[in-house]
């Protein structure tokens, strides 16, 4: 399996922008499809974005659509999600997440390895 690791998680206000990255190592990174996911408080862990290996395709939740941008970059072993225009409702743990598959997958139980999650909190 893939270790991954997340960083970039804050307090920041609402309308803000703020950038995760999640390294991996221990696998060929370009193997993989890479995904975000994160949990509220009291809630289940919910579909945020995911990315193909080559980078080429994407899909989001539709919480995120036109503010969140997944991306990733093979040659650092990182993927990143951009976020911008938080709100309150965007406080979460967010995890990274790899798939050894072909299809961009968006259910969790898809994914194999996981990260242990950053913190992001988003202030009114």
């Known amino acids: 399996q893939v270790q991954l690791v997340e960083s970039g998680g804050g307090l920041v206000q609402a309308g803000d922008s703020l950038r995760l990255s999640c390294t991996a190592s221990g696998r060929t990174f370009s193997d993989y499809i890479m995904g975000w996911f994160r949990q509220a408080p009291g809630k289940e862990r919910d579909f945020v974005a995911v990315i193909s290996s080559a980078g080429s395709s994407t899909r989001y939740a539709d919480a995120v659509k036109g503010r969140f941008t997944i991306s990733r970059d093979n040659r650092k072993n990182t993927v990143y999600l951009q976020m911008n225009s938080l709100t309150p409702e965007d406080t979460a743990v967010y995890y990274c997440?790899?798939?050894?598959?072909?299809?961009?997958?968006?259910?969790?139980?898809?994914?194999?390895?996981w990260g242990q999650g950053t913190l992001v909190t988003v202030s009114s």
């Open positions: 997440a790899a798939n050894a598959g072909y299809f961009l997958v968006v259910e969790e139980g898809d994914f194999g390895s």
